[in-house]
Every structure is written in C-alpha cells, then in structure tokens.
C-alpha cells in the first residue's frame, strides 16, 4: 500500500495533509524490513521480498524527500538498492542468501516454477523485478542488448505468466530498454490472441494452456488468473488504451499501441476541469500494429512514456499505425 499512497500523494490524489500519514508510512516500512536487516542489506533466503521491499522503500524515499526529510529520504534511498544484493552476476538471477551471506542453492532450470526462496513464480518471472529503477537492472544484465535478448527469449520461449502479477511490466520493459516495437508486439499478443501458459498460480499446469488469456465469454480469464483487487481487469483496460504506469510513485507512463481506434479518457472535473485526453490509433487494423510516428496537440511526439501531467492536461495524441516496426520510433 506504500507505493500506492506515495503515487496518489504526486498525482494530487490526496485530500488530507501527508505529513500526519508519513510518520506510519515509516512504520510500516520496518516492520516489513526491520531495521536489523540493514546490517547485511536483504533479508535472508528470500530474494522476491528484498526486491518488493526495496521498492517500497523508494516510494517512500520520494515522499521523505518531497517534505525534506533529507536523513529519511538518504536513508530509504540506501535501502531501495537492497536488490543488488541479491543478483548474482555469475548467472545474472536474482538468488537467495542465508543470513551469513552464502549464496543458497539455484535450480538447474530457472524456468522450474519452485516456490523455494520465490513466492509463485519461477526466477524466471522474478529476474525482472526492479521495477522502481529498470536503467540499473538494465545495467547489471549487461547493457540494453543483452536485457533486450534475454526478454526476447522469456517471451519467445512462453516463460511469462500472464495469471500472475509478477511479470505484468515486463512487456513495457522494451520500451525502457530503446525496443518499443517490440512493447507493440507483444502487448497487442497478450491482448487479443492466443498464447501459450504454462504457469498456474503456484506450480505448472497439468498440460499448458493455448487461449487468449483475455475473454468476452463467462469464464474472462485464464485457469487460476490472479486478479487480486481487480489487477488483471486493471492492467487490460490500461494496456488496451495503449497506457501503462511500471512505477507507482512515478506518474509515468509507458506507452503503447493501443488496440481501439479511439479512446476518450473523461478527466475528473474537481481535479482537472473535465477535460478530456484522446487516443487515436490512425490505420489501426489486426496487420497494422506497430506505431510509425505520433502527434500530441499537432506537435510530433517521439517518446514513448508520457507523464501523469501531459495526460491530466487534456489533449489529443495521434499515432500513425503501420505493418512493420519503425525502430527509430519512441526510443
């Protein structure tokens, strides 16, 4: 819940003083890290949590440092980089540790879907699990080539899990690592054909599933889809817009194709007067997929993020749909 007060406190959500919350802001913070934990920078066997937390802790570092809490704001800050110590370079996962620091044992296959040190999700689904600071998970696989190789394979290779939360950013991934394209790609895949899931919940399935995983029939979603507080309904209606915010705490958004030719968002009227953001996708069809250019308000817009601000300030933005990827496009 940290990161999504921290994001309603930047996007103006808020109707109350934050400094009253933020005292219990921090308390919370301990309590899922205690403090004891600093000593040794991640918390033992459990390489998932160190990098959820230290998430946590960078929301909560921009609040501190938004009200000057400058020893809070270096503080938290120092603990959001708790992931690193758990990557190990030699094989490029993130990897449990015991207390003492020893490396703990790690599948022969990543791809196992082994719950032991990982909580629902194999590690290959958690290898992306940086969310607050993908240029510096970038960096540790080794650059923007190999990131964009090694996500290329997760998809190719059906290694991604649409029925779980753990993976949803990854696709938008392309996009910070200068391959948008391929955010297109397999965005509009994900949205409206069929794919392979191998993965339940919390083990692989008995056989692996071929079916869109996003339906207009009674069963709407895949076997086992874990739709925690509307999740999975959230990041369709999001992703089909063509939107996608990979940080809560940081009011940007990824962008992509959207699969409509034309999306109104009505904009609150306390908040924002009632305008109005449009979303046209120019030459849309099931071939023309991927975005050749764009205009926001007639201006040529090469970006593909856009802020919370650029949204909330109305407008209109205008993409120019082709068949084959233009890969000097958004990055």
């Not at 929301?59 to 120092?78: N, R, S």
């Not at 992306?128 to 600071?133: A, G, L, R, T």
């Not at 895949?222 to 705490?249: F, I, K, N, R, T």
Request: hydrophobic residues 35%.
């Amino acid at each position: 819940m940290l990161m999504v007060v921290a994001d309603a406190y930047f996007k103006g959500l808020m109707k109350i003083d934050i400094k009253p919350v933020y005292p219990y802001m921090m308390k919370e913070i301990l309590l899922q890290m205690p403090e004891k934990y600093d000593t040794i920078g991640f918390i033992p066997a459990r390489a998932d949590q160190t990098g959820e937390y230290s998430w946590d802790n960078w929301a909560l570092a921009q609040v501190a440092g938004a009200l000057g809490y400058e020893k809070d704001y270096e503080y938290l800050i120092k603990r959001s980089e708790y992931w690193r110590n758990t990557w190990d370079p030699s094989i490029r996962y993130f990897r449990a540790h015991s207390a003492d620091g020893t490396w703990l044992d790690f599948p022969e296959d990543p791809a196992m879907n082994r719950e032991k040190y990982t909580y629902e999700g194999s590690k290959w689904h958690w290898r992306w699990n940086v969310i607050h600071d993908v240029p510096s998970l970038i960096e540790v696989f080794g650059g923007k080539d190999e990131f964009i190789r090694e996500l290329e394979y997760f998809f190719d290779n059906d290694l991604y899990t649409a029925g779980n939360q753990i993976d949803l950013q990854a696709p938008f991934m392309f996009n910070m690592a200068g391959s948008p394209w391929l955010a297109q790609k397999w965005v509009r895949k994900i949205l409206t054909e069929p794919i392979v899931q191998k993965y339940g919940t919390h083990g692989f399935f008995t056989e692996p599933i071929f079916d869109r995983v996003y339906k207009s029939t009674p069963d709407g979603y895949l076997e086992e889809m874990d739709d925690d507080y509307g999740c999975m309904s959230g990041w369709y209606a999001m992703a089909a817009m063509g939107l996608y915010q990979m940080c809560p705490g940081k009011p940007v958004y990824q962008l992509t194709a959207p699969i409509f030719d034309e999306v109104t968002i009505n904009l609150d009227q306390s908040l924002y007067n009632g305008k109005k953001f449009i979303i046209k996708a120019e030459n849309l069809s099931t071939e023309n997929i991927y975005i050749q250019s764009a205009t926001i308000n007639g201006k040529q817009f090469n970006r593909s993020d856009i802020t919370h601000e650029e949204i909330t300030n109305g407008g209109v933005l205008v993409y120019q749909m082709g068949s084959t990827p233009n890969k000097n496009w958004g990055i």
